[in-house]
């Protein structure tokens, strides 16, 4: 079946079920591999993208239920004055170890600070509860987002 997804502000047509998760259409059928798959049961957040601006692990999200909203994947969200900061943020204090989680981090983060602009380390704790870094960069990833909750946002919308 033809499926159209609003991804990164783009329309993208692709042959897949409705049942196929949108963590396979993104990396399978369009080629983009930033969204990372860890556990394939929504408990490590390396699948995170921001559908309408919600944060969602795309592993367990239905292509069919993505359908008629905004999907954001780790290569769009840059392109919003809050995710720019939030990958300046991680780039300025060298945040990644492998690597592997960072994609999912920064999507959290991004959706954390574009609805709590100023969050407290018990917000940025709670938002990035579900997501799992093995090397341990915690402290790096807290630190990186206070730094681009103090950093001014540009005049471009987010979502």
Known sequence: MMVTLKINGKSHTVEASPDMP???????????????????????????????GIPRRSCVMPVGAATGHSITTIEGVGATATGKRVQQAWLDLEVVQCGYCQSGQIMAAAALLAKIPAPTDTDIDHALSGNICRCGTYPRIREAIRRAARKPATAKKEG
Do not use: E
Request: with cysteine; hydrophobic share 50%.
């Open 22 to 52: 949108l963590l396979w259409a993104l990396r399978d059928l369009l080629g983009m591999n930033g969204t990372k798959f860890g556990c394939g049961v929504a408990l490590c957040g390396a699948c995170t993208v921001h559908l309408d």
